[in-house]
């Protein structure tokens, strides 16, 4: 066995099993990088035999997922997690031994329900911290030692009645999928380059023709985000962190859809299974929204978050969150001027096959 020369530098890669998934949907995009040291032995006194310290090839780690991918349909990529836990689609399962007459035990899949989903759910979704943790990435630790993370409350609950969030009955408040903006009129994205009006123009710059820009602008700036989601500058937000519902059905059990709501309150497989969901109406017509006080965090304050809605059974679904960018207020009682928006819904496809993003609720990093 040869050492490498300790003079030169080599770098060994492979591309993982969800690299090579994005690279054939065409959506494979380098944007960070960062060095482990798992692997390495410090320890001077270690007693483990030389064989086991060396890797010369990189090689597939169940760690090398750390979140859970889906695809456009929004069905949960198979994601390595637990030998006792198999996703497939939007559904989970769990392993259990079943004694049968004349055979051995054999392994079963069993659809995870009840109180076994909750804690399997649990297990499923820990494991992207555990599998970050196994990274062992190499950092810097902060000169101030901030490295605990804390928030003020665990839980958010949200009173759904009919007058709020929908501002009285819900049956006005449905609309077809095919009535709903797509992406490209999309009023939450048109201030970004990609959903700009671009119309065709001439080498020296004249129009080329005539054309009408369809999109809707009225989320462009902060003014207009604060005013659709019922904030007003009497209103202040002191928290480090809003959660800011923009229609938000929580506790609400809710099927493949036929029909959403316009503003993206919630969708439902049919009128009739919308008028048995109506709930004793409460005069309240301000939009609820919670606040998350960061209480211990770093100083580069650096987050992830996933996002995920309760099915009917053993179906979860994986909402998608929208980067909606950086909005001046300058207006804000604490000088607190910049305000990140994102936006977390669920995008359908209409009957042009056209995405469109419906909107279930706004957070809003102050």
Same mark, same amino acid.
């Given at each position: 066995?040869?050492?490498?020369?300790?003079?030169?530098?080599?770098?060994?890669?492979?591309?993982?099993?969800?690299?090579?998934?994005?690279?054939?949907?065409?959506?494979?995009? $380098?944007?960070?990088?960062?060095?482990?040291?798992?692997?390495?032995?410090?320890?001077?006194?270690?007693?483990? /035999?030389?064989?086991?310290?060396?890797?010369?090839?990189?090689?597939?780690?169940?760690?090398?997922?750390?979140?859970?991918?889906?695809?456009?349909?929004?069905?949960?990529?198979?994601?390595?997690? =637990?030998?006792?836990?198999?996703?497939?689609?939007?559904?989970?399962?769990?392993?259990?031994?079943?004694?049968?007459?004349?055979?051995?035990?054999?392994?079963?899949?069993?659809?995870?329900?009840?109180?076994?989903?909750?804690?399997?759910?649990?297990?499923?979704?820990?494991?992207?911290?555990?599998?970050?943790? +196994? #990274?062992?990435?190499?950092?810097? +630790?902060?000169?101030?030692?901030?490295?605990?993370? &804390?928030?003020?409350? =665990?839980?958010?609950?949200?009173?759904?009645?009919?007058?709020?969030?929908?501002?009285?009955?819900?049956?006005? &408040?449905?609309?077809?999928?095919?009535?709903?903006?797509?992406?490209?009129?999309?009023?939450?994205?048109?201030?970004?380059?990609?959903?700009?009006?671009?119309?065709?123009?001439?080498? #020296?710059? /004249?129009?080329?023709?005539?054309?009408?820009?369809?999109?809707?602008?009225?989320?462009?700036?902060?003014?207009?985000?604060? &005013?659709?989601?019922?904030? /007003? #500058?009497?209103?202040?937000?002191? $928290?480090?962190?809003?959660?800011?519902?923009?229609?938000?059905?929580?506790?609400?059990?809710?099927?493949?859809? $036929?029909?959403?709501?316009?503003?993206?309150? $919630?969708?439902?497989? /049919?009128? #009739?299974?919308?008028?048995?969901?109506?709930?004793?109406?409460?005069?309240?017509?301000?939009?609820?929204?919670?606040?998350?006080?960061?209480?211990?965090?770093?100083?580069?304050?650096?987050?992830? *978050?996933?996002?995920?809605?309760?099915?009917?059974?053993?179906?979860?679904?994986?909402? =998608?969150?929208?980067?909606?960018?950086?909005?001046?207020?300058?207006? =804000?009682?604490?000088?607190?001027? &910049?305000?990140?928006?994102?936006?977390?819904?669920? *995008?359908?496809?209409?009957?042009?096959?056209?995405?469109?993003?419906?909107?279930?609720?706004?957070?809003?990093?102050?």
């Amino acid at each position: 066995m040869g050492i490498l020369d300790k003079k030169t530098r080599f770098i060994d890669l492979v591309v993982t099993q969800e690299g090579k998934r994005q690279i054939a949907a065409g959506k494979l995009r $380098a944007e960070f990088a960062s060095l482990s040291d798992c692997n390495a032995f410090y320890d001077e006194g270690e007693k483990d /035999s030389v064989a086991n310290r060396l890797y010369f090839e990189v090689a597939e780690r169940p760690e090398n997922s750390i979140v859970l991918e889906k695809d456009d349909s929004g069905k949960i990529i198979n994601f390595n997690s =637990d030998p006792k836990i198999t996703v497939l689609g939007e559904f989970l399962f769990t392993s259990s031994l079943a004694q049968k007459e004349n055979t051995s035990d054999l392994t079963h899949l069993v659809a995870a329900t009840g109180s076994q989903f909750t804690s399997v759910f649990a297990e499923l979704t820990g494991s992207s911290l555990k599998h970050f943790k +196994n #990274n062992y990435f190499i950092g810097t +630790n902060d000169p101030l030692d901030q490295n605990d993370f &804390e928030i003020s409350t =665990d839980k958010i609950i949200f009173e759904i009645n009919n007058q709020q969030p929908f501002n009285g009955s819900p049956l006005k &408040e449905i609309i077809d999928v095919d009535d709903a903006e797509p992406f490209f009129i999309d009023p939450k994205l048109t201030h970004l380059q990609n959903f700009k009006f671009l119309p065709p123009v001439n080498t #020296n710059g /004249s129009n080329y023709g005539t054309y009408s820009d369809v999109r809707s602008t009225s989320r462009e700036t902060w003014q207009d985000i604060s &005013e659709g989601l019922g904030i /007003s #500058n009497s209103t202040p937000i002191s $928290a480090d962190t809003n959660l800011l519902d923009n229609n938000l059905l929580s506790n609400v059990q809710i099927t493949p859809p $036929a029909m959403a709501d316009f503003d993206g309150t $919630a969708v439902y497989e /049919s009128q #009739n299974l919308l008028i048995n969901r109506m709930l004793p109406t409460i005069k309240q017509t301000s939009k609820q929204f919670k606040e998350i006080n960061f209480l211990k965090t770093s100083t580069d304050n650096n987050l992830l *978050i996933q996002m995920y809605e309760d099915g009917i059974g053993a179906s979860f679904k994986k909402l =998608d969150i929208i980067d909606a960018g950086i909005f001046e207020d300058p207006f =804000d009682a604490e000088n607190r001027f &910049e305000k990140q928006v994102f936006y977390v819904g669920k *995008i359908f496809f209409d009957s042009f096959n056209a995405p469109t993003f419906i909107n279930i609720f706004t957070i809003i990093m102050d």
